[in-house]
């Protein structure tokens, strides 16, 4: 069986340390609910009825563990049913990354069926946003997308091409990606301008 | 509030920094100040969670939920009157959580965030204190938390109504318009489901049902008919808030005189207590 390219997202999410996306299927995600499938053993598919509450199980994961929240749906109506929850994630700072599919880069601006950019749609909401448009970008791309998700406490979205997610795997040269380091939070200094030691003695209370 | 010394920085290790640098007034005046007030807010609440009275009181719903969860429960709720009596009725304590749609203050959370919440803590209580309105929009996902085996709690306030839309129209000076629903009946849903259903319109029905939810190991609903019209009064009514009120009765909103008769009965529990 060759590795298809939607493999490379699952195992670098499972990397991540996420084990959970909630989800509903749909003929824009084949190729990644079969990555999914693949790696079962590493990361858990939480069907739903609708891609809303996924989105909301998503933003209530982040939510209650402090961990990145993961949402998938296909292209066109189903990515447009995740909005609401998105911005519930967004207005309450927290990490959520949305999956979504779009139509095959051969039928990009055709207006065939369900054809919705999503990664247009969602420009309001996002603190990072991008479509795939070849499988050696996968790493990369998906370590920046969680890793400003969890910097900026804020939606990420990546949609990928249905032809793209069923592409054979290929890597070379850039299997690394760029490394599932933490992002690292700021903590205000304790010289100059902003000193925590001169905020005190303001409060008359 | 004008900025005096601006910090940038992540909340949690910000304000560590700044722990150290705190000195303990001598001066207790404002913290028992506002103590005694919270006290007297409490008095005031807990005269109106009343578990005799009839319509029920969704203040006492919510009031037997925290008595009887556990110390370390997740409660999720929606956003209108429900986060109203959520947020005054349940107490934060031992380890408790609890989540709403703070900022964007949508509708229909409640139920998926408690089903993402039992899936991510299995040994905890995760309950979903919800309204009609927005359990009716989601409420698919009861089924998804059945089959997924996930024994989530949701406890329903049924008024048949969008009920912080009502007191805001109320509040401007507008009659009621397009508020109420035909009231549905939940708990059949919940059986479809796989999950334990339970319907209840009499106030002292409401411990028991929500005693057998809590016990029991699946998910469970329990579907309260809830008093229609209960107002969500604010801490401080403004005159504005009171004119406007007065001139929606005056031009005919409807029920009023059932909504003025619960109006007067809080105001009374409250100078009881």
């Known amino acids: 069986m060759k590795k298809i390219a939607s493999e490379l997202l699952v195992e670098r999410l499972a990397d991540w340390g996420v084990d959970t996306v909630f989800g509903l299927p749909g003929d824009g995600i084949n190729g990644i609910m079969e990555g999914l499938r693949r790696h079962q053993d590493r990361v858990r598919f939480f069907l739903v009825h609708h891609e809303e509450a996924a989105a909301f199980m998503a933003s ?7 961990r990145l929240g993961v949402c998938l749906a296909t292209s066109g109506p189903g990515g447009l049913h995740l909005i609401n929850a998105l911005y519930d994630a967004k207005l309450d700072h927290v990490p959520v990354l949305a999956i979504t599919g779009v139509q095959a880069t051969s039928q990009l601006g055709t207006g ?33 997308a969680v890793r400003t998700a969890l910097a900026r406490r804020g939606v990420s979205h990546l949609t990928f091409p ?4 069923e592409a054979p795997a290929d890597l070379k040269p850039y ?31 | 509030m004008p900025v005096q010394v601006p910090l940038v920085g992540e909340a949690k290790e910000t304000l560590k920094a700044l722990l150290p640098l705190l000195r303990r007034k001598e001066d207790r005046r404002f913290l028992q100040k506002a103590q ?18 009839e319509p029920i009181m969704p203040q006492y719903v919510m009031s037997v939920i925290d008595r009887l969860a556990m110390d370390d429960a997740i409660l999720t709720s929606d956003s209108g009157t429900i986060a109203t009596w959520a947020a005054r009725h349940f107490t934060i304590r031992g380890n408790r959580q609890f989540y709403l749609s703070g900022n964007l203050a949508t509708m229909a959370p409640g139920l998926p965030y408690a089903i993402a919440a039992q899936l991510a803590y299995p040994g905890r209580q995760c309950i979903a204190f919800v309204g009609d309105g927005g359990f ?14 996930l024994p989530v709690k949701v406890i329903v306030c049924n008024n048949g109504l969008l009920g912080q839309i009502l007191w805001e129209q109320m509040a401007l000076g507008f009659p009621e318009v397009g508020v109420r629903y035909e009231a549905m009946d939940f708990a059949p849903w919940a059986q479809a489901s796989g999950g334990l259903g339970i319907r209840v319109e009499k106030p002292g029905d409401v411990e028991p049902a929500i005693r057998d939810a809590l016990a029991h190991e699946g998910p469970a609903l329990v579907d309260v008919m809830v008093n229609p019209d209960e107002p969500p009064m ?22 009023r005189v059932t909504i003025a008769s619960t109006l007067f009965r809080d105001k009374i529990e409250r100078l009881k207590s």
């Open chain 2, 136 to 149: 009716a929009m989601l409420m698919a996902e009861f089924h998804t938390a059945a089959w997924h085996g």
């Open chain 1, 112 to 144: 065939y069926q369900q054809e919705v950019h999503l990664d247009r749609v969602f420009m309001d909401l996002c603190v990072y946003n991008q479509m795939f448009l070849v499988p050696v970008s996968i790493p990369a791309l998906v370590d920046i």
């Open chain 1, 60 to 66: 209530g994961y982040a939510k209650a563990t402090g």
């Open chain 1, 162 to 165: 249905v032809d793209m997610q």
């Open chain 1, 175 to 205: 299997e690394g990606g760029l490394g599932t380091a933490r992002p690292v939070h700021p903590v205000p200094a304790r010289q100059g301008e902003g000193r925590p030691d001169r905020a005190r003695s303001h409060s008359r209370r």
């Open chain 2, 234 to 255: 604010p801490a401080k009514v403004t005159y504005e808030q009171a004119k406007g009120f007065a001139e929606s009765f005056l031009k005919g909103t409807p029920r």
């Open chain 2, 36 to 53: 005694e007030e919270k006290k007297k807010w409490d008095q005031e609440m807990a005269a109106l969670a009343d578990p005799d009275r």
